[in-house]
């Protein structure tokens, strides 16, 4: 992933770390967190507080100083939950998530004491197998029925995807936080430039016609072509049947013909004028706030941006276009603690809180990702001040194809961004582009 | 007697305390040094000896790191690729930095030349990190303001950064922008060393402008012209920064460079041990060019 600022262009963030949080209050005389009663009498993750435990809980994450103030202002609320506790929180803006997996590694190596991090789905994998996270199995049974609400407001495939994906041992390494899809952001203000009507839904050959008559009736780019893994080359793949990796995450599967024809596609796109031509750096979502661009790739994070540029207006959420198949590539962020944690007790308060619906509406408002809780997503906190059918991205969830997190994920992933530039681009032959990267990753994963 | 002391032994104390002092004025360097260079020096090499993923506890495997090295297509291209980076940064560097300092030297106006010479280094404050955002999106193929000015003459510029034989001519281009600045001032302080005596004796000899730079002006900036090309290649040899930001070592490891293979050994794949093989190799090839250009120097260097 790369930092929320670096947009089409370069790739896009696939999660973005939160923003603008602050805390509800807590509180409960309990020696834990607890839980109170949900309307229905049913137990309601957590409004109330009050955790016994006390200590420093060191939280990493993947953000800059920015992002730090914000969760500060979060944790300044949070000692109402676990008045003991505070939190230390650190940023690392790394340039992808595959990158911010490899620079914790580092500091795990040279001796930073972290307690709890933020880990997606690219890192999930190898930090588990590496011996270095804490089985949450006995906080999880001591509370139970708290987990088993929140599970519950999850995305239903997201508890078998952590077992498939980030258990070695079939243990529970993680708690999973919030997520992001591959959704359109299209400008209604363009298509009506255009006299063409938003589609609900659309195929490649449709999305092609749209586009040209786009550009012939508005001169505005259609579409922001660009190599992202998650950004552009996972959506494609996926509404075509194809992936970059088999179901299992064993053998790469990049030179099919399915992949082949979604790079080709991509491709026309750029040889028809459609998208601008790849390689350098420009913003879409001011392009689109401009009227020079109709539509562009995202999850939850360009909606901050859109906001900034008072450009919200008009933008409405449609899924990518389809091929074969519907599809979406999904990543998540979840919640572990580190086996070298000296406060695992104080690390398990905090990610009590992470499941609250009050923590999930605070980043739900600014956040850069769909918050874990469906409830929260389809709330208001989620889809106000935001493009039309944001709910869009909580249904393509269950849809969607995990984005790969292999060993050498950095690696990996600079691989397949490389040969989808040079199909895109016309420099390289797309079935010889793809090729190539099928060979670097079955190096890569000694198959 | 306490207090009684001979001429010699009150010299040797003289001596010791001088001693003493020159230690205590050259330790925060030393101890720099043997903090940042040397002791990572000394560990590189150990680590060599190891297979190490930073997670789990190192392995001794002897020389075996070393025994891939040849087999490292990669590694190879790397090389490759900073030997050819390095050598043009080192032509363009001392051919343009030569240029600039003639040009600047000229007494011209003196303000203008403060103002020159500013504008000439100012680029080199910037940060890597910025000098290589900024310059994507100039070069950006659509939207760049590079692309928008050759638009309007007709040309279609290159993709800058996709096109494996365009981007690392583009990354040279890129550093040169960022450091002639440097090799600019240490130019221009060659220049002002040349004995203007010397220029006119020349010229009353009947010496064009040409002759008298060839004959007179160049080989009295030999030791310039030597130091700067040292300087140029070690850093060049070291490129990183712009590559990890821009490119990535891409298009088709076109602009991988040795130091940025190294930190993907290193940080990306965690083969600690083979990335400090890797690291010894590097600083093998630049000290083996520096003898070369030392041993060269006497050749062509005019000391005074």
Redesign the interface.
Known sequence: MRRRTLLA??GSAMLIPPSAMALAGCSDDSGSSGFTAGGDGKPGANSSGGSKVTGEVNFLFYGDAAGVKDYQKLFTKFAAFAPGITVKVTGIAAKTW??FA??V??R??GGQTIDVIQIATEGQAIFAS?N?LEPLDPYIQKDQDYVDEYYKDNPPKFKDWMQQHASPDGKTYFIPGSYNTMALYVSGKVFQKAGVEIPTEWTWDEFLQIGKTIKEKTGA?FHAAGAGQFTDVMPWLTNNGASILNEDWTEPTLNTPQAIEALTFAKSLVDLGLS???????DAPT?MAQGKLATFGGGRWPTPPLRKLNAIEGVQMVPWPKKATEGSPIGWDAWPILKSSKNKDAAWELIKYFMTPDYGKLFAVNGGAVPGRISVANSDSFTSDAPANMPLLVKLADIATPVPGIA?G??AQ?AV??AW??GI?G??DPAKALG?AQTKLQGLMGS | MAGNTTPSSRSGQLRQRSRLAGWLFVSPAVLLFLIFVLGPFVAAMALSLFSYD???PPKFVGFKNFGQLPKDSLLLRSLGNTFLFAFASVVTHLVGGMLLALAVNRGINKVLSYFVRTALFFPFLISWAAVS?LW??V??????IFAFYVGKLGITPP??????RWALPAIIGIDWWHTIGYTFLIMLAGLQTVPSEMIEAARVDGANRVQTFFNVTVPLMTPTLFFASVITFIGAFQIFDPIQIIT?????DSTITAVMYLY?TG????QIGYASTIALVIFAVIMLVTLLQFWGSRKWVHNA
């Not at chain 2, 990535?248 to 088709?252: A, K, L, Y």
């Not at chain 2, 940080?267 to 965690?270: G, W």
């Open positions: 262009g370069l595959a990158d490899n620079q590694s580092t795990l190596a590496k270095l780019y601008p031509k790849p390689g350098g750096t420009y392009l050498r950095a690696e600079t961004e490389q530039l040079q681009s420099t390289t190539n | 930073l997670l789990t955002l994507k999106y070069l950006d193929p659509t939207f760049g993709l800058w950064f996709t096109e494996p990535g070592g891409g298009p088709n993907q940080f990306q794949a965690f």
